[in-house]
């Protein structure tokens, strides 16, 4: 019997250090939880916001007509204007030599042509009589009418250097502000370089630039503006679209000018406007999170979960509008499972427990969001 429970002891003792000596069992993949809302189209408004400013309708560089050293600067910025009154002045003494000189070569070109004009007439009356030839005649006519186009000439260049010697004082073209200089007194200019802005303050509109994507439905949308905290938004309407998109932004710039001109004392040049653009949804849509959407270079998509496998899936959307909370996209169909949270940190090939979240419990967007219009999904 002995001999029996030592045989066994033996055999079992290297089994027990065998099992002591195996690793433990993997436990079971971890998988993650994830929020779904699921999908339901309507046929809403997309709304876009985008960041302006106030610019006047008409606003004007300005430049001397001819070149020359600044003696003087009459204006200082932000200074109102009127028609006609000196912005600026060049240096005269250059100009008036000219026309010293201009006025002295008219002089001259009178003396030759009276003179020419006298010899034709003699001639002409010899001619008659017998005493010259035709040719000597009309040869002493050809000088005659050649020295009346000099003093011609000689007059229309005095005109010319009186004009210049007028462009020497830069005048304002209209009532305004000054809301720009680029000189000073002392500094050689040249002819056609501006120096000033002009502006006219009593007609302003919202200069927007808008994203290239937004361009083309860009007139589909209705815009309305609020300049200041507790303002009510103004409506606008869309007066210019540039045909070019800008080459270091690829953006449209757009003006809108006022339906209604707002108060004078509320709007001064250069304030932020707050613009948003509304357009009546022409297709089924659904509003989801801005949590739920890929930003991708190109195009924008989500996350498609299959509730009985939880395997994801990507699908792209049209992006028809966005705040700082929520986005309105297009692609999607009814019932369809969307990532409504974290979308940015799933891969394709994972697979996820989907929980059920409905829309209506994503936050409120808030009331000052802004997207500016520069961002792309």
Known sequence: MNHRLHLGLVVL??????????????????????????????????????????????????????????????????????????????????????????????RAAEVDAQQAASEAA???????????????????????DGAAARRTQAQRQLDLARNRAAYAVLVAPFDGVVTALRFEAGQQVGEGQAVLTLAKPGELEVLVDVPESLAPSLREHQAAVKLGTGEAALKLRLRELAPSAAAQTRTYRARYAFAVPPPADSVRMGMTAEMQLTRDGAEASVELPLSALLSTDRQAAVWLVNEPTGALKRQTVRLLSQTTDSVRVAGLSDGEMVVSVGAHKLDAGMTVRPVRRPLDARPEPKPDALVHSGARP
């Open 122 to 144: 003699r001639y002409r009356a010899l001619a008659a009589d017998g005493v010259v030839g035709r040719q000597d005649m009309e040869t002493r006519q050809a000088r005659a």
């Open 13 to 106: 003792a290297p089994c027990a250090l065998l099992a002591a000596c195996s690793p433990p069992p993997a436990p079971p993949p971890q998988v993650p939880a994830v929020y779904v809302s699921a999908v339901v189209n309507d046929i809403g408004s997309a709304t876009r916001s985008l960041s302006g400013t106030l610019h006047p309708r008409i606003e004007s560089d300005l430049a001397f007509r001819t070149g020359g050293k600044v003696s003087a600067r009459l204006v200082e910025l932000g200074q109102a204007v009127r028609q006609g009154q000196p912005l600026a002045r060049i240096d005269p003494e250059d100009a008036q030599l000219a026309l010293q000189a201009a006025a002295e070569q008219v």
